[in-house]
């Protein structure tokens, strides 16, 4: 799949095709529902996000687990330095024993220090900024 603007551009291209931009515009489509279906507080999905979902063949970021990483890990034999690491983590915080051992908080404390943490160092990922902050919102209900 291209990224959107590649898309747009063939869609207003005089010289694509019938078929490409059906196809374009298909695949648009697919990345606008991408978007709309609550994924990102309506942000694109990011094309490390696309690479990591489908690496773990998972269909939706809400559908991502800890055991399905852990699977792929074991199967694959990920270093901690591949991107798909980082990705993964700016999505799905490590298990409660995990962020007690980092923070010797309970759980609503080092989930809260996990999901700021993803807010400082995510950069200009909106998508990652939009869901982390949805997180620590849910800390506070």
């Not at 609550?38 to 063949?57: E, I, N, W, Y």
Request: aromatic share 8%.
């Amino acid at each position: 799949m291209q990224d959107k603007d590649s898309l747009i551009r063939i869609l207003n291209d005089p010289l694509s095709s019938a078929e490409e931009k059906a196809q374009a515009q298909r695949e648009l489509d697919a990345v606008d529902g991408q978007a709309d279906d609550g994924q990102a507080d309506s942000f694109p999905v990011h094309d490390a996000t696309r690479a990591l979902l489908a690496a773990l063949k998972v269909e939706r970021v809400e559908n991502l687990s800890e055991e399905i990483y852990e699977k792929y890990c074991a199967t694959v034999h990920v270093r901690p330095t591949d991107m798909i690491c980082k990705e993964f983590y700016f999505w799905c915080a490590p298990c409660e024993r995990t962020l007690w051992l980092l923070t010797d908080k309970d759980r609503v404390g080092g989930l809260r220090w996990w999901w700021n943490n993803v807010l400082n160092i995510c950069g200009d990922r909106e998508d990652v900024k939009a869901h982390a902050r949805r997180k620590l919102a849910e800390l506070h209900e």
